[in-house]
T-cell receptor, first 115, second 115 residues
Framework: AQSVTQLGSHVSVSEGALVLLRCNYS??????LFWYVQYPNQGLQLLLK??????LVKGINGFEAEFKKSETSFHLTKPSAHMSDAAEYFC?????????????FGTGTKLQVIP | NAGVTQTPKFRVLKTGQSMTLLCAQD?????MYWYRQDPGMGLRLIHY???????AKGEVPDGYNVSRLKKQNFLLGLESAAPSQTSVYFC??????????????FGDGTRLSIL
């Protein structure tokens, strides 16, 4: 069963506009949530991670994510897009499977920033 | 400050050939993972290891084998390569301590083409 869903495989925004990337998780899993960013030809880098009890989590490069338990969402936002934000973004959730922790990734959202 | 290093970065194989991908981490992490990344499918877990001498199957283990003879190294083997194994392979590691919200550290990937 899918543990995390990212809505929109491609998102385009103008430089300076608000960035909103959506992520919903399965309510059956514990809320250990992450956002990663992948620049072309590179591996994934941690953008931010959910901290128990927090509703707003701040990450690097001006990104933040709001945790809404009632909506099972962990959407990523940035007030003003920069050209350097063009990348692919992955939401991920930690779950317990077979007695071990595993991370399940969403299918990713490619962000295009238009000058 | 190497982090996670993957070797090789690129490789082209013919169907039926075998090869081994090497992952090395210098952070003394207990957990190591192998993923494959295909367009529109995010990252899928192939195999993982929770410590030296241990391995376990992930979501898509068929056609792959792994070994973790040394804590710092995690090898991924393809015994008889098939075109369906054309993908970008990522290795990741994370520490055991710190709880469920410890992020993974990724290598830059190996781009593998099977002709």
């Amino acid at each position: 069963a899918q543990s995390v869903t990212q809505l929109g495989s491609h998102v385009s925004v103008s430089e300076g506009a608000l960035v909103l990337l959506r992520c919903n998780y399965s309510s059956s899993v514990p809320p250990y949530l992450f956002w990663y960013v992948q620049y072309p030809n590179q591996g994934l880098q941690l953008l931010l991670k959910y901290t128990t009890g927090a509703t707003l989590v701040k990450g690097i490069n001006g990104f933040e994510a709001e945790f809404k338990k009632s909506e099972t969402s962990f959407h990523l936002t940035k007030p003003s897009a920069h050209m350097s934000d063009a990348a692919e973004y992955f939401c991920a959730v930690t779950r317990i499977s077979g007695g071990y922790q595993k991370v399940t990734f969403g299918t990713g959202t490619k962000l295009q920033v238009i000058p | 400050n190497a982090g996670v290093t993957q070797t090789p970065k690129f490789r082209v194989l013919k169907t039926g050939q075998s090869m081994t991908l090497l992952c090395a981490q210098d952070m003394n992490h207990e957990y190591m993972y192998w993923y494959r990344q295909d367009p529109g499918m995010g990252l899928r877990l192939i195999h993982y290891s929770v410590g030296e001498g241990t391995t376990a199957k992930g979501e898509v283990p068929d056609g792959y084998n792994v070994s973790r003879l040394k804590k710092q190294n995690f090898l991924l083997g393809l015994e008889s390569a098939a075109p369906s194994q054309t993908s970008v392979y990522f290795c990741a590691s994370r520490p055991e301590t710190g709880g469920y919200n410890q992020p993974q550290h990724f290598g830059d990937g190996t781009r593998l083409s099977i002709l």
